[in-house]
């Protein structure tokens, strides 16, 4: 009888005790990155690592997803013979929602996953107690460098998912809708105002934070050899999905009352 | 003169009293080997002399500093003194041998790179490799990996070297080198050696004195000569390494109860 109840209790108080420690990593992240310089090279090298490398995958999901979107929104809207308004339906969909969204799904899965994966390998080899007793905080050494390098990078593969899932949507419109190049374009420039474009972006630094502080916790919290790695992996995943569409919503629904 | 102090530290891992109110006490220069059976708390007395545990109730007192006590910002600042070579060696995967060693000189002095790559091929001197800074650690045979964990340690020059299991894992002859090795930094450059170890050879090697954790305490400690026929039926069945005695009789009648 008491045992759902028990489960319950246990479970809050495990989500508590968990959002109180990621909280306090963060506040670590932001200490150290005002109180050390940080180390240029390794920013850029995370900046590689984050940005450049995932390009491929961001491309190719934000092309897939602009021509799908398209031909389905402008299948829908063939019905009341509305199909010249796909493109512009379509950008703001995803300049708002899609491409921050989905850019930050991909980099979750891909980086966020090796975030954990290498630190909790780390733990697990004892490298963290190395570099402590090396005299090297590891937020700052390890948290930091990734912190500020999803930070800037999210925004920009962002602003490149946005581009081509438009491109991808014009090839769509072209070949399916019938429509001409200049009526998809133009229907977009009508639609799609600055503010729609900044209202998706200004969500993507945090989504970038997200990522970097739940890889670098749940590479900290690893314990147990090599299943413990992919427990740690499998976790930073999960949340992260999690935690970005949740912060999506609120943001999302803040920004809307605030800037419609 | 006494260097590390610990004074009646308890320490519970889980559901575990690793450390039940264990006391003792290590003289500057020397080298003190702690032995005990797997789980004992060996590797976490380690760690409390370096603050990165600290302890639940007592105090570890390090060159008159309470590092038990310790704020991180001024533990950081003390780890200068110490050096600590862990069991499979830990060297970081991403760097390579020079950037291993030359780890604590990158991140907290601003010498120049020729200085700091001297550094490093002096330290790789000391324990007896050299052109190898270009190699990375998945390169290296495991007594190699440690050999430059060693030199990692030595980097900063520290008054304090602790070993944990430095043999462990290593061929007898790789394990030899690894004892010469302690024995030639304590006798060259004067380090106070701390060793946690279960390797009987090793221990009357390189022990000026040897101290035995037993279930959370130091039951006996004193010089090697002391451990060599001891009288207490604990110490003895440890020491000779014998499957019949107190601590396995405590081990099954635990496990029946």
Known sequence: ?260 | MEIITFKDVYKKLGDKQVLNGMNLTIREGEIMVIIGGSGEGKSVTLKHIMGLMKPDAGEVWVNNECVSSMEEDSLYKILSNFGMLFQYAALFDSLNVRENVGFALDEHTDLSDEEKNRIVAEKLELVHLSNIEHMMPSELSGGMKKRVGLARAMARDPQILLYDEPTTGLDPINADVINNLIIELNEKLGVTSIVVTHDMQSVFKIAHRIAMLYKGKIIKVGPKSEFMDPEDPVVRQFVRGEAHGPITDEISSSVLK
């Not at chain 1, 045992?3 to 200490?31: C, D, V, W, Y």
């Not at chain 1, 419109?173 to 200049?182: I, R, S």
Request: glycine share 8%; charged share 10%; with cysteine.
């Open chain 1, 1 to 260: 009888m008491l045992k759902p109840i028990t489960a319950l209790g246990q479970n809050s108080m495990r989500l508590l005790q968990r959002t109180g420690e990621i909280s306090e990593l963060f506040i670590q992240t932001i200490h150290w990155t005002f109180k050390s310089k940080p180390r240029f090279r390794h920013v850029i090298q995370q900046m590689v690592y984050f940005g450049y490398e995932s390009t491929p995958i961001v491309l190719l999901t934000a092309t897939f997803i602009g021509m799908i979107f398209v031909l389905q929104t402008g299948y829908q809207l063939s019905k009341f013979g509305a199909t010249i308004y796909a493109g512009g339906i379509s950008a703001i969909a995803f300049a708002r929602e899609i491409g921050p969204v989905f850019t930050a799904w991909a980099i979750a899965s891909r980086v966020g996953a090796s975030i954990a994966a290498e630190i909790g390998t780390m733990q697990v080899t004892e490298q963290i107690d190395a570099m402590k007793t090396l005299a090297t905080n590891p937020v700052k050494y390890l948290v930091v460098p990734r912190f500020l390098a999803a930070i800037i990078m999210l925004p920009i593969l962002t602003i490149l998912a946005n581009l081509v899932g438009i491109l991808g949507g014009w090839v769509v419109a072209l070949t399916n809708l019938n429509l001409t190049t200049q009526i998809y374009f133009s229907n977009i420039q009508d639609f799609l105002e600055p503010k729609e474009f900044f209202a998706g972006l200004i969500k993507t630094p945090f989504f970038g934070m997200l990522i970097a502080l739940i890889g670098c916790y749940q590479g900290f919290k690893t314990w147990g050899g090599a299943e413990g790695v992919g427990r740690a992996t499998r976790n930073a995943v999960v949340s992260s999905t999690i935690l970005i569409i949740l912060f999506d919503y609120i943001m999302g629904a803040f920004i809307l009352a605030l800037w419609k």
